[in-house]
């Protein structure tokens, strides 16, 4: 008998599938920051989904859009991929294309970092050493009372108390599983499912941000329209991806970093072509 996948209810009224409900008011919120600085959409367009999770992004989107939008979305975690691929089949199967795999700059298969009781922090580029974790912890106690709702409620205790409920929330959250996921490049699924236009790039990949770019060609630079990508700032990555874009013709960028995030190396890039 097949596992059933458990629902809940958006603040839009609609009734998803999920893997942990706790997480969906939180992505939720977030997903709704890469409507900023000029990025917009417009019935009929299409729309890159890379990272999509359970598909909070893209059925925001279908919404938004009147069901009248073409997005391709993509997800590497089985797992995840699953929940995502229900919530497609529930909505719009044949506007909301899934795909099994997260984009990069080559085809190839590798090993991801699964964290099922955190599933946004999976990534082909983990991290969960003590050092990141007390990272997460600094972070969320400096800025509590901007943190989500899941963890907001820590800042009517005592700084002690508080901080040890913090070390067991990340000590469970970034508990990890190895799984094989499959990669792909922009440019191939553009050449095969014959895309002449992506009018918005969306990109949360965990520290893979920048291979997702790399897997453009240049002839298909000038199909993309509008990027929004969360971007880890290591080694320059920021200046890095702001110079690429640039080069490629979107020239209107803004980078800018969200209060929760303050102090993290993680900010939010907005780059239009006009």
Aim: proline share 6%.
């Amino acid at each position: 008998m097949p596992t059933l996948i458990p629902e809940t209810t958006l603040p839009n009224g609609m009734k998803i599938f999920c893997i942990r409900e706790e997480e969906v008011p939180i992505i939720y919120e977030q997903i709704q920051q890469y409507f900023k600085h000029g990025v917009k959409l417009q019935e009929g367009d299409t729309v890159f989904d890379v990272g999509a999770n359970i598909g909070l992004f893209t059925l925001w989107l279908y919404q938004l859009c009147k069901t009248n939008v073409n997005i391709y979305a993509f997800e590497p975690i089985p797992a995840i991929f699953d929940v995502l691929h229900a919530n497609a089949q529930r909505f719009g199967p044949e506007k909301l294309r899934v795909f099994p795999c997260g984009l990069s700059r080559e085809s190839k298969t590798i090993m991801f970092a699964y964290y099922p009781n955190a599933t946004p922090l999976s990534s082909a580029y983990p991290d969960g050493s003590k050092q990141q974790r007390d990272k997460f912890k600094n972070i969320i106690l400096r800025n509590v009372t901007d943190a989500p709702t899941s963890v907001r409620w820590l800042r009517w205790l005592p700084p002690a108390l508080r901080s040890l409920i913090l070390d067991r929330i990340l000590e469970k959250a970034f508990q990890m599983e190895q799984v094989a996921c499959q990669l792909r490049t922009v440019s191939e699924i553009i050449r095969e499912y014959a895309v002449e236009q992506i009018d918005l790039l969306k990109v949360d990949v965990e520290r893979s941000e920048l291979d997702v770019l790399l897997g453009i060609e240049e002839q298909d630079w000038p199909k993309i329209k509008q990027v929004v990508v969360e971007v880890h700032d290591l080694d320059f990555r920021v200046d890095k991806m702001t110079a690429l874009l640039k080069e490629q013709g979107l020239s209107e960028i803004i980078v800018e970093q969200e209060p929760l995030r303050e102090g993290s190396d993680t900010f939010n890039l907005y780059a239009l072509r006009r």
